[in-house]
Nanobody
Framework: QVQLVESGGGLVQPGGSLRLSCAAS????????MSWYRQAPGKERELVAR????????NYADSVKGRFTISRDNAKNTASLQMNSLKPEDTAVYYC?????????WGQGTQVTVSS
């Protein structure tokens, strides 16, 4: 059974940090490009960051460059998103996404709220 389980969300003050984790199971994790998406209320889901299957290539949305870092550990079947200098506009549900050709999976999402 395929599972992507996110954790690490929560409430944080502006300027603070959070680290999201995505635990994968049920598929060959090291074959898959891993991404983090987010969706704020009333807005479309958007790509935040992406990392290639072996971790050699990373891409970021302009809005998070220099603040967020995506990483992965293929030995542990996990992907992470380190979020620093958080802003209120980063408030959203964050989703883990795995893709390999036509095979794609979504996690259930974790809420991140940035507020004082």
């Amino acid at each position: 059974q395929v599972q992507l389980v996110e954790s690490g969300g929560g409430l944080v003050q502006p300027g603070g940090s959070l680290r999201l984790s995505c635990a994968a199971s049920g598929f060959t994790f090291s074959n898959y490009v891993m991404s983090w998406y987010r969706q704020a209320p009333g807005k479309e889901r958007e790509l935040v960051a992406r990392i290639s299957s072996l971790g050699g290539t990373r891409n970021y949305a302009d809005s998070v460059k220099g603040r967020f870092t995506i990483s992965r550990d293929n030995a542990k079947n996990t992907a992470s998103l380190q979020m620093n200098s958080l802003k209120p506009e980063d408030t959203a549900v964050y989703y883990c996404y795995a893709a390999f050709g036509r095979s794609t999976y979504w996690g259930q999402g974790t809420q991140v709220t940035v507020s004082s």
